[in-house]
């Protein structure tokens, strides 16, 4: 597939030099929208997509689309280099953060699958649901 060319774009600035404040984490085009909206800069909900979409022809971020009913994540930095299809992903059913996983005991429950079941399990597309750690102590803080 042939790489789109660069669009040096003020927009297009602006959307990487925020995507810099925060790599190797997961964000939303919504996270986006309301982080410049927050500042008071007026980008059009359009034109953060299509930047997104062309920052990720381009190779300097990852798009990541666990399920149906969730949006598309997008990952800035070096750390999106090393999760390919080696990661698994935890999603947070409370604030629908992604959490890249990489640990030797998935590799293991991996294996144990093949050679036991007979089983492939593609880690790009294995979720595990639960809180994050941010969702848990909100909701121990209102228990007490």
Request: glycine residues 6%; aromatic residues 8%; proline residues 1%.
């Amino acid at each position: 597939m042939e790489k789109k060319s660069k669009y040096n774009t003020k927009q297009r600035d602006l959307i990487v030099s925020y995507l810099k404040t925060v790599p190797g984490q997961h964000v939303t085009a919504g996270d986006v929208c309301e982080h410049f909206k927050s500042i008071g800069v007026n980008i059009g909900v359009s034109t953060v997509y299509r930047q997104l979409d062309r920052l990720v022809d381009e190779g300097t971020v990852k798009k990541f689309t666990i399920d149906s009913t969730s949006s598309a994540c997008f990952e800035y930095g070096d750390e999106c280099d090393k999760h390919d299809e080696e990661c698994f992903h935890c999603k947070c059913v409370e604030c629908g953060r992604l959490i890249h996983l990489q640990c030797e005991e998935i590799k293991e429950i991996e294996e144990h699958l093949l050679k036991t079941h007979n089983f492939t399990m593609n880690a790009g597309r294995t979720v595990f649901y639960g809180l994050c750690d941010k969702c848990r102590e909100k909701e121990k803080v209102s228990e007490q």
